[in-house]
Every structure is written in C-alpha cells, then in structure tokens.
C-alpha cells in the first residue's frame, strides 16, 4: 500500500496533474519511512506468527518526521507549486510566495533520499539476516530451501533489495526527483507479479460456481464447532444404520 501510493503521487507529478491537487503534495513522503519497517514486520510475523507492543518502536521515526512534515505542509499552495516545477520543469515561471512558516526549519529535508536509502538498507539487512536464521535452522540454505513461506519472503526481499538498488541508482544519476519513473516501473512489476501468484495459489477459483451452492451461505455463520458437527453426524448414521428407516414406506 505504501509504495502504492507513492507511486500514485509520482504520476500526478508526471503526468502534472499534481498542480490541480497541490495539498496532495508532501502527502507520501512519510511513507518511505513506513516500506522498511513494515517488511521486517511482515517477515518476522511470517516466520514466528507471533507480536509484541515494542514494534511500535519501529514507527518512532516516521511519526517524527511525520510531525515535521507539518511545517512543509502547512506552505501557500504557491511554495508547493515553485517546489514540484523546481523538481520537474525548472523551465517554467516560479510565483511570488511570502510565508512566516520556514519549510524545513532543521535542513533535513536535503538529506531525505540518504536517510531513505539508509534505513530501507538497514531493515533488509535485518529481515534478511532474520530469514537467513531460520533457514539454516531447516539445515539448509537461504538459495536451496524447500519450504514455500520461507521461498515466498526470499523472493519478497530480492525486489525489496532490487528496489534499493534502482533507487540509489536513479538518486545518484539523475537530479532532484527525475528517473523516478524507472522505480515506478519495477515496483508496477513487482506488483503484478504478487498478483499474478497470488491468484495462481488461490483456491477461490477451485470451489464450484453451481446456484446449488447459494443456499449454503446461511450455515456459514452457524455457532456449532466441528465436534458437535460429528456427535450429531454420527447419530444420524446410526438412526439410519439401526432403525433402518430408509425400509419403510411409512418413515
């Protein structure tokens, strides 16, 4: 979801429909903070099933910065707008703009793509590290595990880790937020790609579609467990198999 909509923020401003929504602007620069925790969240629930309240820990840093995201968000719409043609199209004409409010009163706002770039690698190297762990536990390796949870997380990580490296790579190359689009494109890729074996391991489309099936739905909420299922399947089976009514007419 987070890099979802980062990616929706990257096409309003390619496509320059940004200018139409300029409050939308700084709106996903938190999220970049959230892609790194969530991963190792996702590969240690995925490994022990289990939590704790001191994950929270790993969301300290992006409500920071969130909280000072606010002196940036709180600008004219005329500052936004000299920030995106500043980023995309240095060519046209920037407004007159006077605000009390400084945008980035601490000049971190500069070193955001390293800072990014940083914690991202480091929350790899955790979960990879984590999942590296467990697999030896398996006896085996990380490249040759059997076990399809643990080869759904490796594959999970490459992109994440392929991910960092396009994004290095595009920061490095190209000024300001030029070349995001290469990242958009692998993350779309990645995207499709989850789809696809998602629904490849689905068994949604193994259940029958017959509208002698609808009438089921009604029972799906019913409070008995599997044991009373069984008690009361089996005297059913034996009214039947001892009464025998099944031979008389009158039954």
């Known amino acids: 979801l987070s890099l979802s909509l980062i990616m929706f923020e990257g096409v309003l401003n390619l496509t320059r429909y940004i200018v139409q929504v300029l409050f939308l602007t700084y709106s996903t620069a938190t999220l970049n903070f959230l892609i790194g925790p969530f991963t190792y969240l996702f590969v240690k629930r995925s490994i022990n099933n289990s939590g704790s309240k001191g994950e929270l820990i790993h969301f300290i840093f992006p409500l920071i910065y969130l909280i000072y995201l606010g002196f940036s968000i709180a600008q004219p719409e005329e500052f936004k707008y000299n920030v995106y043609i500043g980023n995309f199209h240095p060519e046209w004409t920037p407004l007159e703009v006077s605000s009390q409010i400084p945008n980035d009163p601490l000049h971190i706002n500069r070193y955001l793509n390293l800072v990014t770039a940083v914690q991202i690698i480091f929350y790899f190297a955790l979960s990879w590290t984590l999942l590296n762990k467990k697999i030896r536990e398996s006896g085996t390796s990380i490249f040759r595990v059997k076990d399809e949870v643990l080869q759904s997380l490796r594959t999970i990580l490459?992109?994440?880790?392929?991910?960092?490296?396009?994004?290095?790579?595009?920061?490095?190359?190209?000024?300001?937020?030029?070349?995001?689009?290469f990242l958009s494109i692998y993350i779309t890729i990645f995207i499709l790609f989850t789809t696809f074996r998602v629904i490849d391991d689905s068994s949604y489309f193994d259940r029958s579609t017959s509208f002698l099936d609808l009438p089921i739905g009604k029972y799906r909420k019913s409070t008995l467990n599997e044991n009373v299922k069984a008690q009361i399947l089996k005297k059913i089976k034996c009214e039947f198999e001892d009464n025998k009514y099944y031979t008389s007419n009158l039954a």
């Open 158 to 181: 490459i992109h994440i880790l392929v991910i960092i490296v396009i994004f290095v790579t595009v920061k490095f190359l190209f000024k300001g937020n030029f070349g995001d689009h």
